[in-house]
Nanobody, 123 residues
Framework: QVQLVESGGGSVQAGGSLRLSCSASGYIYSRNCMAWFRQAPGKEREGVASIYTLRGRTYYADSVKGRFTISRDNAKNTVYLQMNSLKPDDTAMYYC????????????????WGQGTQVTVSS
């Protein structure tokens, strides 16, 4: 049973923009916190941004502050990640995750994951 579905990945040149979407079942969306993570080949999965789905409070990794924006549409049970000023270092598989707990950027604290969407940024 698919519970989180990501979309919006693709290939862009440095400086470009992409918008990722994560659609969740209602049960999953009500779990309080949703987040985006990414994992590049040979690297550990790292947190990018998280958001409390009810209150809307957000958190960002230092590496994306000022460039990425996480937001949500509660009517659609969907969380977005707007990525601007993309860099080659942003190239990774991006994953959506959910947890019924505090919003953090620690992958191990999330218990529901999507399949991921690939983002490739060329120089």
């Amino acid at each position: 049973q698919v519970q989180l579905v990501e979309s919006g990945g693709g290939s862009v040149q440095a400086g470009g923009s992409l918008r990722l979407s994560c659609s969740a079942s209602g049960y999953i969306y009500s779990r309080n916190c949703m987040a985006w993570f990414r994992q590049a080949p040979g690297k550990e999965r790292e947190g990018v941004a998280s958001i409390y789905t009810l209150r809307g409070r957000t958190y960002y990794a230092d590496s994306v502050k000022g460039r990425f924006t996480i937001s949500r549409d509660n009517a659609k049970n969907t969380v977005y990640l707007q990525m601007n000023s993309l860099k080659p270092d942003d190239t990774a598989m991006y994953y959506c995750a959910a947890v019924n707990s505090l919003c953090t950027l620690v992958p191990g604290q999330y218990n529901v994951w999507g399949q991921g969407t690939q983002v490739t940024v060329s120089s």
